[in-house]
Each structure stands twice: as C-alpha cells, then as structure tokens.
C-alpha cells in the first residue's frame, strides 16, 4: 500500500527550485509552485496562471505569474525567522498528492525557546479561484516569559518571471469602506502587451488579540501583525486568497472580493474538506491499483496528481501547456505533448477535460490558418508552441551556440509539420473513445479538413513518379533536420487523410449539424476525391526487406553507425546542442527520442509484431532518450512486442520523472525546470495501454494483460463511451466491469 | 604601348609563395611555379602535371608535382649562394609574358668579389614534355685569383605536396651505358594510389673544363660539377629536362631519353627561338591592344598569358583546372569555372582547345553517371570538382569550423546541380560559335541528353500545381545552402532542356553520325515529350513586379536586409565561413558572388535592359564578391546596360588578379594560393563581349562597342566559323575585317 504522501526532510538550498516543481500543487486555473511563504523571486516562487501571456520586448512570450498572495513571514522580538536565511534545526516539506494539500514544517532554535512554524496550504479544487492556507507558529519554553511577535503577510507583487517584468503597473491597495476585520488588501497588475489584468485579493483570520497596520514597500502589501506571544500556545493565521484576470470577466474585481470574504466566512477547515472532497472524486476515477510493485504504484499516481493539477475545468476551451503550470518554461505553450501523450489520461478518465483542450485547438483554427497562410500554404498550420489564439510562440532561433554565443537557425516552427495531424490524432482519438460527435459538429470537422488541406497542399512528387512525398521537414526526432519522408510525418499525414474522407464521406452525414457548417463552405466532393487520391498515393516507407526496419527518413540508413558512448566522446561542450546542421548526432543515426517507434505506436494494427520488435530493437540503442517524449514509447511498444520487462525501466523513468527531482533544469543561464506533464501522461498510457493492454476492439474495450515481473495485479477505473467500466487484472484471470454511469 | 614584361626587385622572403603564381610558366602538359632553383619544398617549388592525380591516406586526392629537373645551386670557394639563405645584393625577377621565359638576376657581395647570377627559363610550347634552363655566374674582381666554384645540379624529389607524399617509390639514377658527356640523369616516382610513374630526365650542357661527380641524398640526385672560375668570365650552364608519365606512353622512359638528349643537340638557343615562335603564333589569334589604357592592356594580355599557359595542346581531351597548373590548391579539380569563365576565350582565339576541354566533359560522362546513380537519380550529374575520369574528388566536408575544429557539412558536391547545366552550355557554345556538329556526333549529343534527363529526374511538383520545379539545391552564390528555385539553376536546367530539345527535333538529324549514335540508346520521341514539357512548365522566377528584381530564390526577399560592412561588423573570427547552416551571411541577403546577375549575363536577350540594370543595382551592394568568379559577371552586364564607367573596376579587378599577387593564399593552414584563370578569361570575355560588344545576330558576328571612359579604342582578332576577324574599334568607327582561315 501507499500512503500518498511524500516528503523531504532536511534543509538543501540547492533543492529550492528542484521542489518548485515536485511540491507543487495546482487546480487547471493556477499552479502554486512547492516553495515556502517567506519565499521571493529569487526562490522562484510562482502563482502560474493558465491561458494568459504577455511579452516584453524582445524576451519571450510567456504565461503570466500572479503576485503572490502566500508571502508570509515571522520576527520574534525583532528577529526574522525564515528561510534560505536562518538555518533551521529541522525542516520537512511534504505533499499529500492524494488531496493536493502542501506542508511544511520547520523548527528553530530561537533565543525564546523551541520555535515551530507549520504552514499548511491548498489550491482550491472546488473553488478555481482560491488558494488557502494555514501558518501556525508555536515556542516551546519552560518561560512563561511573554514575546513580541510580528507576522507580516499579504501579496508580494515582486514576481519570479524568466523574460518579465509584465506588469507595466501594479496597483496596490485595501478596501478603504470595510471594517479592520474585514480588510482586504488587493493587487491589480496590469500586462505590458494587451494590458490585461491580474487581480490578487486577501483577506485573512487571525483570532488572538493583535493590532494591524498596513505597510507597502518594494512592490509588496502586507499587514504587520503584532500580538504578544506566549510560550507553549500555538498561534494559528488562515489566508484566504483569490486570483482573477480581466479576461475571466468583467467584473471579475467583485468576484474576487466576495471570494474571499465568502471563504473566510466559511472557515478553512470546511473549505479544505471540500477541496478535499473534490479530489477524492477525481481519484474514483483514476486511481490506478498496483499490485505488488508499490514504488510503480506511488511514481503512476503521483504522476496522475500533476495531470490533476493541471487539468483545466474552470473553462470549456483550454489545453496544458508543456510544463503544466510549474513555471515560465517553454513560455507555457501547449505543444503536440499534449493531444499525443496527455489526452488518453483524460480521455479515460474525464472525457470532459479531453473535450476542452481539443477545444482549444478548434478556437484556434484561424490561428492555425494564418500561420498556413504565412507560410504560402493553404489549411491549417497548427502553432509549435501555441498560446491564446493560435499564435505560435516558437522563435526561428530557439538554440544558442555553445562556441559562439550565437543564436542558431533551428526549424522546429517552421518544419515540424507533424503538429496538425497530431490534432487532428487528437480530435478523432475522442470521437472514437466517446463516440460522440459533438465535437465534429463544434468545429472538429472543420479542423480535420484545413488539416487535410495543408497536408495536400505540401504534398509533392516528383515529375517523373507517381507517388506523393513530403519533403524538408522535421520528425519527433529533431536531431536530424529538414529531411525527406519522414516515416512518421507521412504516416501521421496519410492519417489525416484518412479521418478528412471519414468525415465526408460517412460522418458528415451523421450528424445534420456537420453537415450544416460544411456543405456550403467547402467543396465536400473535390476535396473528397483530392484526399482519397492523397491518402491512396502518399509514400509511407516500408519495412526493409533484410531487416524489417523501416527508415527513418530519406537516407537515414546512409548515416554514420556510432553508439551514444562513442558519440558523446566527441563533445567538446557540455551544454552544445546535438541537432542542427553540425551537431555531433546529425551526420550519425543517433536519434533524439522514438520516431518510427512512436509511429509503430499509433499504427501498430498495421504491422506484424515481429516488425515492431525488430524496429523496437534497432532504433532503442540508436535513441539518446533526450527528451522526456522517448521513454514512454518505448515502453508501450516494448508491451505490444511481449517484452513487458524491457518496458518496465523505460516506464518507470517516466512516471519518476517529477517525483525523482531530478530533472535538467537548467541550459546555460536559463531556467527549463518545471513538471513533465508528457512523461506523466506516457507512464498512463503505459501503464493501462501497455502492461493492462486496454484497446478497443470493433467499438468494444478489450484488455490484453502484460505484467512486468514483479506486478500481481492492476485494478482501475475507465470511462469508455460514457459508462464506467473496472479493470481488474491479475496473473490469473482479468476482467472488465461495467459500472454504469460514472 | 606595353613592353610584356613584368618584374619584381629586391628580395622579399613573404613574396615566394605569391611569387610563384606571379611568374609561372607552362605550356599546357605542366605548369612551373615562378620559383628561384635553389628552392625546395619548402619554397612552394611545383612542377604541376596536368590531369594525373593520386591520393594518400585520408587526404584530399590531387594532382602531381612532378620531380624538380631546374634544381640548381652554387658554391665558392666552399660556400653557398642561394636564397632565401643569403642575403643578396641585388635581385631581380622577371617574366616575358609574351614568350614564357622567367629570368631571375641576382647578385652578391661574396668575399671573391661582386657574384652575379643570371638564369632563364622556360617550358617549351613548341615540345610540350620539354623545361630548358639556362644559368650563368660571373664574379667581377680586380684580382684574377682562380676560385674554386661548385654547381650542383640535377633533380630534386623531395616534392612539395599538400597532400602527399605521392611517391611511394622513387627511382634516381643515371644512364649507366652512357658516356660522361651524354650522361643523363633520370628520377621515376611511382604513385600511391594507381601507381602510374612520373618520369624527369635531364641532361646539361657546360662547356668550361670540368669534373662531374653524381651525388645522391635526400631524395635527391644531383651532379657536382667542380671548375676552376677566373674573375671576370661568365660561365654558362644549360639543363634540357623532360618531363612524361606512365599515362603519357607506354614508351615514356625513351621518349624522355630522347627528348633531352636531341633539344641538347639542337642547343639551347634554338630551342627558345622554336619556343618562343610558338607564342608569336599564339598571340597573333589573341592579343588586345587597347588604345589609351596601358595598365589595362597589360593586366588583360597578362591574364591570357596565364590562359595560353594552362591550355591543353598535347592530347585532345582535357580539361582546365580551377587553379590552372599553378600547384595543387583546389584539387588540381575542373570546376564550372572552365565552361562558364575560360571557355570564350579559346572558343574566339583557339576553337581546337575549346574542343580539347569540352572532349574532357564527354569522356567524363560515365563518371557523371555513376555520380547521378550514386545518388538515385538518372542521367549525368557532373562532378563539382572533376579528376580523372569524372571521379568527383569533392568531399562532404570542405569547410573547417573555426570555433570547434570541426569540419563542417557542405552540400557543394552533392546539392550544386547547375553544374551539369554548365557543361551542356559549354558544349552547345561550340556548336553554335563553330557551327560544326562534330563534338556532339563525338558524344556531345549524348551528353546532352543525359544532363536533361538528370534535370528531369529531379524535377519535382506540388501535387497542388502545375509547374514544375527544382529544390534543395545550391546556386552559384554557396552562402545560401539548401535552397528551392534557385533562378540560376532552373533557367540553366531550361536552357539544358532546350538545348536537347534541339538535338532531338533537328540536329540528329542534320549529322547521320548524330543519328545513328542516339537512335537505338534512346526514345528520342518519348525524351523530346519529356523535355518539351519539362520547359514549359519549368518554373523561372519572373522580375517582381513593383521593382523588377528577380528573387535568387524562394524567401530570399524575406531575409535579413544589412549592409557588408556590418555584417563584417558580425565576425567573431576573421577566418570563420560566411555560409553554412549559421554564417553570418547566411540568413541575410548578403551574397557570395553573381548569381542572378550570372542568369542574365548569360540569357540577356530574353530581358529589357531596364530589368538587367534594375537587378544589376540591386544585387551588386549586396554581394561580397568572395569568389574570383563574381566581378567579371557584373562588368559584363554593366556593359549590357551601358554602364562602362561602372564594369570597368569590375574588370580591372578581374584582369588584375594575379598580376597583383595579393589574392588570398591560405585558409587556415592550408594554401589555397594559385593562379585564377577564371578571373583572366572573365577579364576576357568582358573586354570582347562587354566592351566590344562581341556577339551573334542571325549566326553573324557583330560588335556593338561601349568603352570605358579612358579609353580611345580596341583591336584584336577573333576566330568565328573556321575564318579570322580582325575588329577594330575607335571612338568614331568600328568594323570588322575578315581575314580568311586562321
């Protein structure tokens, strides 16, 4: 069994940023990172907000970080105790991932006595808006000698970003009509780009006698409390806090007020247990039993709480970006990570968040149109690194070299053409899970045809040929750039063919409201015939006849055998990049994560098994595992090839991949830390997909069990087509139940 | 008036290299660096063969140095004269231009008195495996003391090389049957790689008393000729040397026995007097004189001097190298160069080397083809750096990165395909200018349809669209790697399209040896088909229509507009490549050398001249002009657009190249130094074509003559059609005389 905590005990200054992120605790509207209250920038604290960016001048496009509602700290007859600066005797930090609840506790041998600080705090998964927590100190002392306490807390506005500030302007203020009782303190910061913005309310519960007065300096407001503190009594704050922007509405000021002077009326006890309540609900259906391997069993479910924390259901047209709401890395844009590793956890588990972040994707159609158009292509171009509307957030020069200093050409914007197919992956992947239409008719379908038209608008051949190519692009793989016939991309292109004829030739048909929205606006028969001809003719590589591996790309078998060992030898960097046109796995068949074995992946129906293993052991040692996209793959293909034990160290890297701590954070001066929502999701799809094998069969949820070694059994829950089912596994027997609506 | 005389005074030990470029002489079959006798290896001292090559190891495969039969130095009463080691009095080198004879004068202050040393030389035009030299010492002093005087005199193998040794084996030894007086010397280097031998025979004239003794050391073998010398008294030493390899004659060790042993029987003087007549005939068909301007009559008779040297007489199939015979930079490799920049100048004054070098091309063919095999295309894909039998000796790697050591991936061998284009034209040039059919019925033919089925074969087409179009290729500027639509390169894969279009609908069957060579290889029907539709729907980049800018290729408008000067400004590293994937030119529209001003050079009558101006002014401050091939192309268009006054520093500086001696001579640690014979013959065809005005109007010769402000007119024969011309030009009137067979 696991207790669904972790924790860390001990004071590291290193660990800082690294507990950011595992700490973390998040409800889809915001994600507070794991760091303490008397932190500030430098810590990198962050109160990460989804779906809204700004830029300044020529820094990236990045999500905004509220101003911090959290700050608190403690001075004891005028000393301060907080940390990274008064060492502390002991310190434990710890998470509850079962409920989304962060603590930490430390103790200080303080002059008074004995002093302990325990803080207790939680992102409202009942309420989107709020945060709450609970700061409690206690001196322990044989004295019973009185003590001239300050707490000072309110909203620390100085915020953490990586290419900020973004608040031209920052309002700082109290509600000057309400009683000291009920005094809020309030920021507005108002955004560089658009000016949108950013409320932060507070008020707060303090019930020992104490006097308050208001101080503002250097970009904070806080109220100094000061009380006289008795030795042996624990002294308890609660802070109620409420986030809001001008994009959530008009009068979102109000709501934000009434938020918290509501939740203090409620008292925070209440508020945590309906917080609490909402995440027991989310685990009913997600919860994944392992039997036997509790290490697995905890990593899986600690993963499956950051997909919790990010999951946005405060609105029905979102996604999640591609470091969750851990920070400013990847400027908090939403990447194919999420339609491609990500959506199935959902899709499983609450088909309606899946719904919303493909509504994203049909909000940002005429983003996705307008880069197309950008380019000279028809349809739809989806965004490689999408913000709000579609806009593409990725830069032409997204690598600095080593040597020079120098920012390189790189084409992941530009070349990475598999992005549309990956929604489109996505759209059809819901429409097959939940056998609704509806999202078709929302504007699904039109999102598969402008995918289609991009596709078919790229195709070429050459004039003495007959078969359709795509040529200068990038695979997953982006160690190798602009190369012919990625097997991948082709593939993920012929499937958007595919879907678009499904679409016109069956579906549209289906549904009176499909029907509608497409009829007048395209030319269902012409482009019915276009992709047909496309789908028929598009080179898709095969498996070579010798070995049963198929290429890469157009000339990958040409490319220099060399072991990663070897390669890495030739580094004369640390940090240079090994893609682009001269890295040190360019010229060499070393790859950068799964590519053909992804595409075997999606498409392994087609194949037989043998030629999934033989690609799963050609391209394994061929593959740097570089990004946090490769293990996962593998895995699952290893499971579809009956070698559950070579699928096993690849999942658990990736469902450790948060909890470990132990990720890149940095690259050179910039900060890339932050969860790996990917990893999560691919350690899932794993883990139900993989070793429990759950697949449909003509429109039926089967299971084809695939244990590790050390697994007894699996149990969890799945929404298939609106009805909750029950996989129960073990080396026995395993079965599905059906448990009626969910 | 000129006196065709070049010379240089004083001794400056950083001007040997250069030097040897600056007063070569060669006929053709070698090419001998303007070094002193004295020098070795070391020196940069070359006997460079023409189209013999050999690798060694790893390194880049290049043409042979042969054996040095002038090696020649001197002591005194026990010690040495020679530079760079001591120090001279005088010095003194020169070079009749108009005949090929170096001189060098040298004196010393040497302890007997005042020593003069006074040599001449030459490579024999009349006998091309022929070198004669001629080397007198004097000592003027009042005394008559007798001095006890060395020559040491014979063959240095000790070869410089930049990529070698070649000699696997060196053979030196004597004519053991001959008597002392007929003694020869002789040295056979057996090579590497195909072990062919390069064999040097010298013998000598001296007439004084004297002992000979053979000293062997050192890879070298030399004889001590010991004399008594009196003050006062010049003493004269002959050598005859004769130079043939393995791939000359079977028979090549008689031959070069004879050779030497006869041209010193027939003496020193009359072989200069055949020698030089050879020349006289020579520049009777291709002197300029230009009226008003000595420096530039000078420069561009000097440059085709350079021409005259390097031209292939003594077979009837070779090609010209890019550094001519000036040593091994550049491979000793046939570039573009020869076809698009060398080639008028023989076509106009010696239409039989024209020949010779467009023969080469044919009988390359087959390496052509196996080069478009190798890389799965049909047809004949020229090499880029052409040796022996078309091998293509261009590496992947031809760029070192000056940050990393590390070489650098270039795609000029495999993605510059105009040059198949270039040979085509070459060929077709001939045709039209000679009106003779030969060369095509000689295989030419053949060669023309192959290059148009390779343009063929990489023809490719959106599936959405009609033309066709050429991608992924690299054009003459090489800053812009990987491009589509290259104007250059399409035009010139329609001009090779049209040009077998004509083939096929009338040539084969105006020559029945045309005919009868194509007609059981070939589907002419179906190829005709091919090709017409091929030129149709070719796509050519039209001139824009606000400026009338014809874009270089897809996107280049869009790049980064910056001025030379700052992009200078970029440089990290004064050494670092300008191109490649992260040059600092290479995402700006800053330009090597003429590319779409090289398209209009050569199609000019298909454009308005306000386009060709239009272009010219916006592609010329863009350029770098880093190749020696760019600035003739833009004096000769300023010409097309009567702008003489701006082509002509263009041509000076063409024209000035290697008289100048100040071109670029390493890259790094590697010489790149040589002669530019691509600069003398643009210098040529822009005084000709440009100035003058040479061209073709209904298959006739005319003039249409546009002169640079300075000067007051031009004279100079022309070949056309198996007659010669003489034109004349004058400010006031210009005509041209017909003066029968040449």
Same mark, same amino acid.
């Given at each position: ?17 690294? =507990? ?43 999500? &905004? ?42 103790? #200080? ?20 808006? !709020? ?105 308890? &704050? ?69 997909? =919790? ?6 609105? @029905? ?5 591609? %470091? ?22 959902? &899709? ?8 919303? &972040?493909?509504?994203?994707?049909? @909000? ?25 509307? $579609? ?66 608008? !790229? ?22 750039? %602009? ?90 960097? @640390? ?90 954070? #940095?690259?050179? !001066?910039?900060?890339? $830390? ?32 695939? !244990? ?35």
């Amino acid at each position: 069994m696991i207790n669904w905590r972790i924790e860390e005990e001990g004071f590291d200054q290193e660990r800082i940023s690294s =507990h950011g992120n595992k700490f973390l605790v998040g409800n889809g509207y915001l994600g507070i990172r794991g760091t303490l209250p008397e932190y500030e920038k430098k810590e990198f604290v962050a109160v990460n907000l989804a779906g809204i960016y700004d830029q300044v001048g020529d820094g990236w496009r990045e999500p &905004l970080n509220a101003p911090n509602g959290l700050y608190t700290y403690l001075r004891l007859n005028n000393k301060e105790y907080r940390l990274p600066q008064s060492e502390p005797e002991q310190h434990k930090v710890s998470l509850d991932y079962r409920h989304g609840v962060y603590e930490r506790s430390t103790t #200080w041998n303080a002059a008074e006595g004995r002093l302990t600080l325990l803080t207790q705090r939680f992102a409202s998964m009942d309420e989107k808006h !709020l945060i709450c927590m609970r700061y409690s100190i206690k001196v322990e002392d044989e004295s019973e000698q009185e003590i001239d306490a300050e707490i000072f807390t309110g909203i620390d506005a100085e915020v953490w970003d990586i290419n900020g500030p973004h608040y031209d302007e920052l309002n700082m203020r109290t509600n000057a009509e309400g009683n000291t009782a009920d005094e809020l303190i309030m920021v507005t910061g108002t955004t560089h780009e658009s000016g949108d913005q950013v409320g932060v309310y507070e008020t707060y519960r303090f019930d020992p006698m104490h006097q308050q007065e208001i101080v503002i300096e250097d970009n904070k407001i806080l109220r100094r409390l000061t009380f006289k503190m008795k030795p042996g009594k624990e002294y308890q &704050l609660f802070k109620f806090i409420s986030v809001y922007t001008s994009k959530d509405h008009t009068d979102y000021e109000k709501l934000g007020r009434e938020l918290v002077s509501a939740s203090k009326h409620t008292g925070y006890q209440k508020k945590l247990e309906l917080h609490s309540k909402q995440w027991e609900k989310l685990w009913c259906n997600s919860e994944v039993m392992i039997d036997g391997d509790d290490e697995a069993m905890e990593a899986l479910n600690y993963s499956l709480y950051h997909l =919790h924390c990010i999951a946005p259901r405060h609105t @029905d047209h979102l996604s999640i970006a591609a %470091r969750g709401l851990s920070g400013q890395t990847y400027k908090g844009a939403v990447f194919w990570d999420t339609e491609m590793f990500m959506l199935d956890f959902f &899709l499983f588990t609450e088909p309606e968040v899946a719904k919303t &972040l493909l509504k994203y994707r049909i @909000d940002t159609l005429p983003g996705a149109k307008k880069k197309a158009e950008y380019y000279g292509y028809q349809g739809a171009f989806y965004a490689w690194e999408s913000q709000e509307g $579609g806009y593409d957030a990725c830069s032409d020069y997204n690598v600095t070299d080593v040597f020079t200093g120098r920012q390189m050409r790189t084409y992941f914007k530009d070349k990475q053409i598999h992005i549309s197919a990956a929604v489109v992956y996505g759209i059809m992947r819901y429409v097959n899970y939940t056998g609704s239409l509806e999202l078709l008719a929302d504007g699904g379908a039109e999102v598969i045809l402008e995918c289609a038209s991009f596709y078919y608008d !790229l195709l070429v051949k050459k004039v003495r040929g007959d078969r359709y190519e795509l040529h200068d692009v990038i695979g997953p793989d982006e160690y190798h750039e %602009r190369v012919n016939n990625n097997t991948y991309t082709n593939r993920m292109a012929k499937y958007t063919f595919d879907s678009a004829i499904q679409i016109l030739r069956k579906l549209v048909y289906q549904d009176v409201r499909i029907e509608e929205r497409l009829k007048d606006r395209y030319d269902l028969t012409g482009l019915l015939e276009q992709f047909q001809d496309a789908s028929d003719r598009l080179y898709i590589p095969e498996p070579d006849q010798k070995g049963g591996v198929i290429e890469q790309f157009d000339g990958y078998f040409a490319l220099e055998e060399v072991s990663i060992e070897e390669l890495k030898g030739r580094l004369l960097h @640390d940090k240079e990049y090994w893609g682009g046109a001269y890295g040190i796995a360019t010229h060499t068949k070393v790859i950068k994560q799964a590519d053909v074995v992804t595409m075997l992946n999606l498409f392994s129906q087609d194949y037989e098994e043998e030629i999934l293993s033989k690609n799963w052991e050609y391209y394994e040692p061929r593959t740097e595992h570089g990004s946090s996209l490769s293990a996962c793959m593998y895995a699952i293909l290893a499971c579809k090839c009956h070698m559950p034990e070579k699928a096993y160290p690849f999942f658990m890297k990736s469902a450790l991949s948060d909890i470990s701590g132990k990720g890149k954070e #940095w690259a050179g !001066l910039i900060y890339i $830390g932050g969860t790996h929502p990917a990893s999560s999701g691919g350690a899932y799809m794993t883990a139900i997909e993989g070793f429990a094998g759950v697949h449909l069969e003509q429109g039926e949820l089967k299971i084809k069990p695939c !244990l590790p070694p050390g697994w007894n059994g699996m149990s969890f829950p799945i929404i298939y087509r609106d009805e909750l089912y029950r996989v129960e596994i073990t080396k026995e027997q395993s079965s599905i139940h059906n448990l009626g609506k969910p």
